[in-house]
């Protein structure tokens, strides 16, 4: 492992390198357009302030609270490292801070400006009229005064703990009603949230206008009812983001359920990796918040009068269809929807899926029907993040108990979906399910399944091959690329991915399938010099890369050398992207893009033009060391020139993006000849026009 982080640094030093963390800056910011994006629905671009929120608590509780500790080593061992962590911290909170600025004037001027002219109004504690004063106070009296635990913090007050990622009002109150009362007191009181169900409350309805406000002003307005004592008020919003990283070793021997319910624990607990605040609160208060929490100056993160956008997710629609994108039904698969059993299906041709256009039910039809086939013997999965009721586990659960050999790895390791893969894999294991919990120091993040019939005394495999995981709830806006085959090629590796998974033993060989970390990265090597040598000769080269995450070192050192032997490169990089493109003599053969939209772009597509013998990779992993070195992770070739395709025209479309499409500078596209191609809906489109007339479902106008 160290090794491996020196021989990186290394790479990293020695070519132009774009630092991870200021990167994932640029990516969130690519999200902050779309909400300011006036040409997206007004309730979309309000989603889109949650997810830019969201994705910003998990950066602070993972990579901000990860360079934390590592600016707390010793000198002489951050100097091994690439760069300064105190460094890399100075300018990702500078980063931030500007685009936190940015974020209030798209609420502000954009996203307040927009509901109030459709006649939606977000009310303060200070525009309630009379009547509304009085239909509020009733409310809090029968619903929120319920959930209020407020906290007098006096000289006794020593320690406050601060639950990870619940917004709080820090409250002082002073001009007393009675004589024995203090002249000011200090109060903390959480936002009940998740108790009340919403951030917010939806007040009556008037001529068409309508009106709601957040939790936190409606408990402002209500100060006098919880401290009656008391005449005057401020309240201003705080909230702790935690450490979340899991400290746990990556392997398998004692008990790693235990380590992982234990880590668990801490993660509530885990030291704070900023206190974010509004910046009106006045010194005294805010200095009377790190005196009782402990939080120092470092952890201090300006924000604004409200924390918690994603609690925006929960913004109520008041049933206005106009204000969101239009409606996108679900499209059929043109040939698995005509065929009664998808695993006799599966024994004429492949086909492949695209989500979240097609339906994720042909994944559930597979499942349930082996769960229930008499003929079936085995089945195997690998689970990294399933829905919360997820009605694959519970297939897999009823092949159990229908005698069937089941045998399901479950990643422990998935972030933040942890508790919910324990359910399941004790669920499963009661079932009677074969479960493994991962690989000694790998995580793994391969998206296979397999099932094994018994056809006339044969044994004849099933295969399931994705981008994305066995979840139909993220299945709707997570776009991926899966393929069900019987094609012996793939399966007889697949069935090898599931014998090493189980025996760990890494001496297995693949003769079609690219599986980290065993033959990955040397594949894909491979496949890159091969493109080099071709533009060494004077014959066409060329690559189309994408995926979700390009930050390892020796892959970029890679594509520098190819673009430099001329070879032309086009990436599609949704997220992180190290690699600086367009430098001359070194990466000017290489363009750069980026698409932010609709859907998340989740699928890795891998495409080499070996002389115009294209190979084609879909694939699970992203190009990052974690990925390539210490993970399982799996590529898979599309061999059916009819899939072949389909994959070429959706790509085709994403290349030719002028609407969603950015270069790594963060901006628009600006074409020369703007042809207003936006990839997500043509693929739609495209999708939809394989479907015969009567399949074909009607599609809004926007």
């Known amino acids: 492992m160290e090794k491996e982080k020196e021989n990186e640094q290394k790479t990293q030093a020695a070519y132009p390198f774009i630092n991870r963390e200021l990167s994932w800056l640029a990516f969130n910011h690519r999200v902050l357009q779309e909400a300011k994006d006036k040409r997206v629905p007004l309730l979309e671009r309000v989603k889109f302030m949650a997810i830019f929120s969201s994705n910003l608590d998990e950066y602070f509780k993972v990579r901000v609270a990860t360079l934390k500790r590592l600016i707390k080593l010793k000198k002489k061992t951050r100097q091994k490292l690439s760069q300064e962590p105190s460094e890399i911290f100075d300018q990702v909170i500078e980063e931030v801070h500007r685009q936190q600025q940015e974020f209030g004037e798209v609420f502000r001027e954009g996203i307040l400006t927009g509901l109030r002219e459709h006649n939606i109004h977000l009310l303060t504690e200070h525009d309630l009229n009379p009547g509304q004063q009085e239909w509020l106070k009733d409310y809090f009296e029968e619903t929120l005064a319920p959930l209020l635990l407020p906290i007098i913090l006096d000289e006794t007050e020593t320690h406050l703990f601060l639950k990870d990622q619940a917004v709080y009002l820090s409250i002082k109150m002073w001009e007393p009603q009675e004589e024995d009362c203090k002249p000011e007191r200090i109060a903390i009181l959480e936002i009940p949230t998740k108790k009340h169900g919403s951030r917010f409350i939806k007040l009556p309805t008037v001529d068409d ?41 990556e392997e398998v021997s004692g008990n790693l359920m235990a380590k992982i319910r234990k880590s668990l624990k801490k993660r509530e607990t885990g030291y704070p990796a900023r206190l974010l605040y509004d910046p009106e609160i006045p ?21 604004s009068k409200y924390h918690n956008f994603r609690d925006f997710f929960q913004f109520p629609d008041f049933n206005l269809p106009e204000l969101k994108y239009a409606s996108q039904p679900t499209l059929l698969h043109p040939d698995l929807e005509k065929e009664p059993s998808m695993l006799e299906a599966m024994q004429k041709q492949d086909y492949m899926v695209h989500y979240p256009y ?11 029907e082996a769960a229930r086939d008499p003929k079936v013997t085995a089945m195997s999965a690998t689970l990294y993040r399933v829905a919360d009721k997820s009605a694959i586990a519970k297939a897999l659960a009823k092949a159990a108990k229908n005698g069937k050999l089941v045998t399901v790895v479950v990643e422990l390791k998935a972030r933040f979906d942890e508790e919910s893969n324990i359910y399941w894999a004790g669920k499963l294991q009661k079932a009677g399910a074969n479960v493994i919990y991962g690989v000694p120091d790998l995580k793994v993040h391969s998206k296979l399944g397999l099932i094994t019939r018994n056809e006339g005394g044969k044994l004849v495999n099933y295969a399931y091959l994705s981008t994305g995981n066995y979840n139909e709830q993220t299945a709707r806006i997570y776009a991926d690329h899966a393929l069900f085959t019987s094609d012996k090629r793939l399966t007889r590796d697949v ?5 090493f998974l189980i025996d760990r033993h890494p001496d297995k060989e693949f003769k079609h399938l690219l599986v980290a970390p065993i033959n990955m990265r040397e594949s894909f090597s491979k496949l890159i010099d091969r493109e080099v040598r071709n533009a060494r000769k004077g014959l066409p080269a060329g690559m189309t890369l994408k995926m979700n995450a390009l930050q390892d070192g ?8 190819a673009s430099q032997a001329g070879v032309k490169i086009k990436l599609l990089v949704r997220g992180i992207c190290c690699l600086v493109p367009g430098v001359e003599g070194l990466s000017e053969n290489i363009e750069l893009r980026s698409i ?3 859907y998340l772009e989740h699928a890795r597509v891998y495409i080499f033009h070996n002389k115009g013998d294209k190979k084609y990779y879909i694939a699970s992993a992203d190009w990052m060391t974690r990925n390539l070195n210490r993970r399982v992770e799996v590529a898979f070739p599309i061999l059916q020139p009819n899939l072949i395709e389909q994959i070429q025209r959706i790509i085709d479309l994403q290349l030719a993006d002028d609407t969603k499409a950015r270069y790594i500078d963060n901006s628009y596209i600006q074409p020369h000849s703007p042809t207003n191609v936006r990839s997500q809906y043509e693929t739609y489109d495209y999708l939809r026009s394989l479907l015969p007339e009567g399949m074909q479902p009607e599609r809004e106008e926007e």
């Open 209 to 249: 206008h309508r009106y709601v406000m957040f939790i936190d002003d409606a408990i402002r307005f209500c100060l006098p009812l919880i401290f009656p004592k008391y005449k005057a008020f401020e309240a201003y919003a705080v909230k702790v983001s935690r450490d979340a990283e899991l400290d746990i070793e």
């Open 283 to 303: 010194q005294d208060l805010l200095n009377s918040m790190m005196d009782h929490t402990g939080i120092t100056e470092e952890e201090l993160v300006e924000g």
């Open 358 to 368: 097609q339906s994720f039910d042909y994944v559930l039809r597979l499942f349930n």
């Open 495 to 499: 069935e090898q991915v599931f014998n």
């Open 554 to 561: 020796r892959m970029i050192k890679k594509l520098y050398a």
């Open 596 to 598: 932010v939209d609709r």
